[in-house]
C-alpha cells in the first residue's frame, strides 16, 4: 500500500467550441485549463473516509466511494482534503474536476492503479449523474482526464476518440468572463434540452442527432435545436482548420456564430450571458460565445494581441490533464 498522504490534482476546462454536441454524438473542442481542484488523503484514526468541510453524506464523496468499491478498490480509512483555484458554478466544469481528483486521490490512497481513463471518465460522470443528481455528457470528464500542454483535444463522442489540435495563439489572448448569473435554471434547463434531442432523434429515426439529415420536417422547437447540433458540429471541424491555419478571424467568427447559434436555435443564452458577451466584443474580442451548458455560466472570447481584456475575466490556456502529485 503506498504510503499516505498522498495527492490527487484535476483541472476544470474550457470549451474551444462544439457546445451540446457530445450528448448529441457529435464533435467538439475543449481543452484542460491550469486551474483545478486538488485532493489529499491523509491516514485517519477513523473507519472509513470523512472530508472535513463537507458533509458525511456529501453526493461525489459518497459516489466516489461507492463506485471505487463497486470497482472492487479497498479504500484505506483516510480523510481527504479539498483545496480548488477554479471558480465554482462558473461553468468551467469545477464538479468534474472534483470527481476526478477525488478519484484519483482515493486509488491512489489505496496504493491502486486507477481504472484506464474512458472508464475513469464514465465512472466519474456517473458520480455527478447518479449521486449528484446533474446530468452531464463526458465532455468535461475527458478534457480534464486527457488534457495536454499547448493542445486542445477534438473529441468525437460517438468513437470516443480524442485527437490533439495544437493551440499556438501567436499572442492572441483566449478568456473567460463569469456572467454572474444565478445558475437557478440551468439544471433544468439542461435537461429540458437533452430530452427535446432525444425526441427529436426518435422522430427523425436516428440514433443520434448527429445522425440528422434535413430537420425542416420536424415540429419547433425540435427542428432548431437539431440545426444547432448539426452547424455546431460542422463549426468544430472548421474551428480545427482555423487553427491550423493560424486564421484568427475566422476563429473568432466561429466564436460568434457558434453563440449565436445556441442563442436563437438551442436557446440558452441569458441577458447576464449577453452583456458579458457584449462586453468582450467592446474590448476588441474578434470572437465570444456562451460557454458550457448555458443559463449563466462564463463566456469564452478570443481577443487580439495588446487588447486590454474585460474587469474579471481570466486568461486561460491549455494545460495538461488530471494527475497524482506525490
Ligand atoms: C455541460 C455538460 C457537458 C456538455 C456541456 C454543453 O458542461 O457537463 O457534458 O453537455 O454542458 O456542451
Known amino acids: 500500500m503506498t504510503p499516505l498522504p498522498v495527492r490527487a490534482f484535476a483541472p476544470g476546462r474550457v470549451n474551444l467550441i462544439g457546445e451540446h454536441t457530445d450528448y448529441n454524438g457529435g464533435v ?19 473507519s472509513g473516509v470523512d472530508a472535513p468541510g463537507l458533509r458525511d453524506d456529501d453526493p ?20 481527504v482534503e479539498l483545496s480548488s483555484d477554479l471558480p465554482q458554478g462558473a461553468g468551467l ?7 476526478v481528483s ?3 486521490a482515493l486509488c491512489a490512497a489505496a496504493g491502486t492503479d486507477p481504472p484506464p481513463q474512458l472508464e475513469l471518465a464514465r465512472l466519474c460522470s456517473r458520480i455527478e449523474n447518479d449521486y449528484a443528481g446533474a446530468r452531464t455528457g463526458l465532455l ?19 468513437t470516443l476518440e480524442a485527437e490533439p489540435v495544437r493551440v499556438e ?73 482555423a487553427l491550423n491555419a493560424g486564421d484568427w478571424p475566422a476563429l473568432g467568427e466561429l466564436l460568434d456564430a457558434s453563440h449565436a447559434s ?19 466584443r467592446d474590448a476588441g474580442a474578434l470572437g465570444a460565445r456562451i460557454m458550457g451548458g448555458g443559463f449563466g455560466g462564463s463566456v469564452l472570447a478570443l ?14 490556456r491549455p494545460g495538461p490533464g488530471a494527475r497524482v502529485l506525490c
Open 169 to 241: 495563439l501567436a499572442g492572441h489572448v483566449l478568456a473567460v468572463l463569469d456572467s454572474g448569473a444565478p445558475r437557478t435554471l440551468a439544471a433544468s434547463g439542461y435537461n429540458e434540452r437533452r430530452a427535446e434531442c432525444r425526441r427529436a432523434a426518435e422522430l427523425l429515426g436516428v440514433e443520434s442527432l448527429s445522425d440528422a439529415g434535413d430537420p425542416s420536417q420536424l415540429p419547433e422547437p425540435l427542428a432548431r435545436r437539431t440545426r444547432h447540433v448539426m452547424s455546431e458540429n460542422a463549426r468544430v471541424d472548421t474551428a480545427v482548420a
Open 93 to 99: 466544469a469545477s464538479s468534474a474536476a472534483l470527481c
Open 60 to 79: 461525489y464523496l459518497r459516489g466516489a466511494v461507492a463506485e471505487l468499491t463497486a470497482a472492487g478498490v479497498e479504500l484505506p480509512a483516510c480523510t
Open 140 to 158: 468535461d470528464q475527458l478534457a480534464s482526464l486527457l488534457g495536454r500542454e499547448r493542445h486542445a483535444l477534438r473529441l468525437d463522442m460517438r
Open 102 to 104: 477525488l478519484v484519483l
Open 303 to 316: 481577443f487580439p494581441p495588446g487588447a486590454a481584456t474585460p474587469e474579471g475575466a481570466i486568461g486561460v
Open 262 to 280: 445556441l442563442r436563437d436555435d438551442y436557446e440558452v443564452s441569458v441577458p447576464a450571458v449577453e452583456r458579458a458577451v457584449a462586453a468582450c
Open 28 to 46: 467538439c473542442l475543449p481543452f484542460a485549463i491550469e486551474l483545478g481542484v486538488t485532493v489529499t488523503a491523509a491516514p485517519s484514526a477513523r
